[in-house]
């Protein structure tokens, strides 16, 4: 799809005019890409979490990218891996719905993800990534903004999976696999 594509990168030097951040809920940094965006962005983007009272888990805030080269950040705090039987597919859907719904909404054209909740919140790959895939896939079928979705893996392996996973659901021939 032209809309979508999946990337190897680090997410905290991406071109596009919005970058997810697998956020906690209380927003205030904390590991993995959440500590790396709030390092890369600098104090201010701190400062304005502070303002926005933290977040729900399958919910989204914007603040300003600050020292990114993103001009915004989306903030979204992914489920904790329990099993599966606590409602985390559909909260893990909604983090991915509710960010590409505030890129709509403030008219941003381009949007890089990461794999929410596949660190330390320790959602399984597999399973994630099919979540993913399939609420922004949804979303751009129904929508013209945002433009360009990518999903930023931060490592060859992640991306592997996520190909595979678009390649099962996605590609309707082999010229359309990733």
Same mark, same amino acid.
């Given at each position: 799809?032209?809309? %979508?594509?999946? @990337?190897?990168?680090?997410?905290?030097?991406?071109?596009?005019?919005?970058?997810?951040? #697998?956020?906690? =809920?209380?927003?205030?940094?904390?590991?993995?890409?959440?500590?790396?965006?709030? &390092?890369? #962005?600098?104090?201010?983007?701190?400062?304005?979490?502070?303002?926005?009272?933290?977040?729900? =888990?399958?919910?989204?805030?914007?603040? &300003?990218?600050?020292?990114?080269?993103?001009?915004?950040?989306?903030?979204?705090?992914?489920?904790?891996?329990? +099993?599966? +039987? !606590?409602?985390?597919? *559909?909260?893990? *859907?909604?983090?991915?719905?509710?960010?590409?719904? !505030?890129?709509?909404?403030?008219?941003?054209?381009?949007?890089? %993800?990461?794999?929410?909740?596949?660190?330390?919140?320790?959602?399984?790959?597999?399973?994630? #990534?099919?979540?993913? !895939?399939?609420?922004?896939?949804? %979303?751009?079928?129904?929508?013209?903004?945002?433009?360009?979705?990518?999903? @930023?893996?931060?490592?060859?392996? #992640?991306?592997?999976?996520? &190909?595979?996973?678009?390649?099962?659901?996605?590609?309707?021939?082999?010229?359309? &696999?990733?």
């Amino acid at each position: 799809m032209e809309r %979508f594509s999946i @990337v190897t990168g680090d997410i905290t030097h991406s071109d596009a005019e919005a970058i997810v951040n #697998a956020a906690n =809920t209380t927003l205030l940094g904390g590991s993995g890409v959440d500590g790396a965006i709030h &390092r890369a #962005a600098g104090p201010e983007l701190l400062a304005e979490c502070r303002g926005l009272g933290g977040c729900e =888990t399958g919910k989204a805030k914007l603040t &300003r990218g600050y020292d990114l080269r993103a001009k915004y950040v989306l903030h979204t705090p992914g489920p904790i891996w329990q +099993g599966g +039987g !606590l409602g985390e597919p *559909a909260l893990l *859907a909604s983090c991915y719905r509710s960010c590409l719904l !505030l890129a709509k909404e403030h008219g941003i054209r381009t949007v890089d %993800f990461p794999s929410i909740s596949t660190g330390v919140y320790a959602y399984p790959l597999p399973l994630a #990534a099919t979540v993913a !895939l399939r609420a922004i896939m949804d %979303f751009l079928a129904e929508n013209d903004l945002p433009e360009r979705v990518r999903m @930023v893996c931060h490592t060859e392996a #992640a991306a592997e999976v996520y &190909r595979q996973t678009w390649n099962l659901w996605y590609a309707g021939d082999k010229s359309e &696999r990733m």
